[in-house]
């Protein structure tokens, strides 16, 4: 049986079944995507959430998964007017 291989999203998110369950991360680190984004969502600069993860993401790093997620919202928005 073959296992899942890690698949890289950009730069710096990375999705690797041997880190975090396969969940998206940053490259290097355990830190998961979907807890920056959270960060993003309730306001907080990027500086400071650099800063709450000592500088191990950077400001490109947070552009990146902000871009991820906006390509993932448009494709989802768009599968499902073509199903409608």
């Given at each position: 049986?073959?296992?899942?291989?890690?698949?890289?999203?950009?730069?710096y998110?990375?999705?690797?079944?041997?880190?975090?369950?396969g969940?998206?991360?940053?490259?290097?680190?355990?830190?998961?995507v979907?807890?920056?984004?959270?960060?993003?969502?309730?306001?907080?600069?990027?500086?400071?959430?650099?800063?709450?993860?000592?500088?191990?993401?950077?400001?490109?790093?947070?552009?990146?998964?902000?871009?991820?997620?906006?390509?993932?919202?448009?494709?989802?928005?768009?599968?499902?007017?073509?199903?409608?």
């Amino acid at each position: 049986m073959m296992r899942p291989k890690r698949k890289e999203y950009g730069r710096y998110i990375v999705a690797d079944p041997e880190i975090c369950h396969g969940k998206l991360t940053f490259k290097g680190t355990r830190i998961m995507v979907k807890s920056v984004l959270e960060l993003v969502a309730e306001g907080h600069d990027w500086e400071y959430i650099s800063a709450e993860y000592d500088g191990r993401i950077s400001r490109d790093a947070i552009a990146e998964a902000v871009e991820v997620a906006r390509q993932a919202l448009i494709k989802q928005t768009e599968s499902q007017r073509r199903v409608a």
